[in-house]
Structures are given as structure tokens and as C-alpha cells.
Nanobody, 121 residues
Framework: QVQLVESGGGLVQPGGSLRLSCAASGRIFSINDMGWYRQAPEKERELVATITSGGSTNYADSVKGRFTISKDNAKSTVYLQMNNMKPEETAVYYC???????????????WGQGTQVTVSS
């Protein structure tokens, strides 16, 4: 019903940059917010950044000043520009959509399949 397709992951050197994209499609009625989370091996999934429908952003302290989240409402797409990346940021990055599929439905979370980001020389 709702699909999230992530792209842009890969291998980057420490200090390098990468840009992730997440395109939402399917039964999308009203988006409250979209965001990026990451999960490193043997660690809990953690918030990286979120952006609301109104454009308000929230970042994990560890990425402030280096990562930028943005969106294209017309394309239902969210982006994550990651600069000055660090080896400890190697993880699977997941896109999350918080929305409802109709005026009377609940607000639900939808997750992408994840994209691997590896920061290594």
C-alpha cells in the first residue's frame, strides 16, 4: 500500500559526503513527517534527522552541523545530505514516513528497506 524506496548508500571515505534519497509512493494521504534513522551492527536503531510537513527539522546531536535533511513535497521524497562523515557512522540507514492513508485512518509509521552506508578508507 505504501512503498518507500531508498537510494544513495554506498562506500565513502572518512570526511567525505553522501546523499541519501527516499521516495514514498502508494496510498499517501497526509504526511506528518519523514525522517532518517540508522542502525549499526549490534546497536539499537537511532534517530538521525526528521522533517515535518511544515519544514521543521530535528537532528541527533552527533550530526548537527554536518547533516542536512530536506524534502520535495511534490515528489514525496526526503533527502539526507551527509558531510564530513565518520567511520562510526557506518550503518544501515532507514527512511521512515509518518502518515495516514485517509482522513479517518490512524497515523502510522512506514519504513524503507534500508540502505547500507560504509565510512571507511
Amino acid at each position: 500500500q505504501v512503498q518507500l524506496v531508498e537510494s544513495g548508500g554506498g562506500l565513502v571515505q572518512p570526511g567525505g559526503s553522501l546523499r541519501l534519497s527516499c521516495a514514498a509512493s502508494g496510498r499517501i494521504f497526509s504526511i506528518n513527517d519523514m525522517g532518517w534513522y540508522r542502525q549499526a551492527p549490534e546497536k539499537e536503531r537511532e534517530l538521525v534527522a526528521t522533517i515535518t510537513s511544515g519544514g521543521s527539522t530535528n537532528y541527533a546531536d552527533s550530526v548537527k552541523g554536518r547533516f542536512t535533511i530536506s524534502k520535495d513535497n511534490a515528489k514525496s521524497t526526503v533527502y539526507l545530505q551527509m558531510n564530513n562523515m565518520k567511520p562510526e557512522e557506518t550503518a544501515v540507514y532507514y527512511c521512515k514516513l509518518h502518515q495516514r492513508i485517509s482522513p479517518i485512518s490512524r497515523w502510522n509509521d512506514y519504513w524503507g528497506q534500508g540502505t547500507q552506508v560504509t565510512v571507511s578508507s
